[in-house]
């Protein structure tokens, strides 16, 4: 079962704007990762943020935890046409497994 | 990742045929994923291995087999191919529990 959920579906937004997508869960988990896929073609990881932190940056992405709302945010400043792509969430629980969500995706308008 | 290939990249069967799809890696990681992508679904497991005696059943893994044959290679059986088993998949390694994993440029599989 999917453990994520992003929003929102889809996102489109002008080139040098900011870009925000959010990820909820519904159990407790150990970590939480966030993955870009573009079309196509294989996963590649971003960030991983741990159940004891709160917030966490790599580059011109910001990655938030909120274990009380059971919710994280990835923030991609600036954007530009190459982080055109799909961003998928993936929860960890105890049992170490990735569950991921369904994605959120983005096109960066030129 | 061309630390993670996977072969074939497209393959079109029909209903009924056996089908291997295959993984390798050079990463040097001991574990291994195999994963199902629908549209609108996100990702979700199908078997990962630990180590070479070490094969256990994801989310989905009804239709299914594999066979970790080396540490490097890790490959996934559709025994009886059906129209539903239609989809990307991916192959996946690790380094350790709930870490960060490496994928590879995936398999599209059409059944007809």
């Known amino acids: 079962s999917q453990q994520g959920e992003e929003d929102p579906q889809a996102l489109s937004i002008q080139e040098g704007e900011n870009a925000t997508m959010n990820c909820s869960y519904k159990?407790?988990?150990?970590?939480l990762q966030w993955y870009r896929q573009n079309s196509g073609r294989g996963l590649v990881h971003l960030i991983l943020i741990r159940s004891n932190e709160r917030e966490k940056h790599s580059g011109r992405l910001r990655v938030t935890l909120d274990t009380s709302k059971k919710s994280s945010s990835l923030l991609i400043t600036a954007s530009r046409a190459a982080d055109t792509a799909s961003y998928f969430c993936?929860?960890?629980?105890?049992?170490?497994?990735?569950?991921f969500g369904a994605g959120t995706t983005v096109t960066v308008r030129a | 990742d061309a630390d993670v290939t996977q072969t074939p990249r497209n393959r079109i069967t029909k209903t009924g045929k056996r089908i291997m799809l295959e993984c390798s890696q050079t990463k040097g990681h001991d574990r291994m994923y195999w994963y199902r992508q629908d549209p609108g679904l996100g990702l979700r497991l199908i078997y990962y291995?630990?180590?070479?005696?070490?094969?256990n059943k994801g989310e989905i893994s009804d239709g299914y087999s594999v066979s970790r044959q080396a540490q490097a290679k890790f490959s996934l059986s559709l025994e009886s191919a059906i129209p539903n088993q239609t989809a990307l998949y991916f192959c996946?390694?690790?380094?350790?529990?709930?870490?960060?994993?490496?994928f590879g440029p995936g398999t599209r599989l059409t059944v007809l």
């Open positions: 993936a929860t960890v629980r105890n049992d170490y497994k990735l569950s």
């Open positions: 291995s630990f180590d070479v005696k070490d094969i």
């Open positions: 996946a390694t690790g380094t350790g529990a709930g870490y960060e994993q490496f």
């Open positions: 159990t407790s988990i150990n970590n």
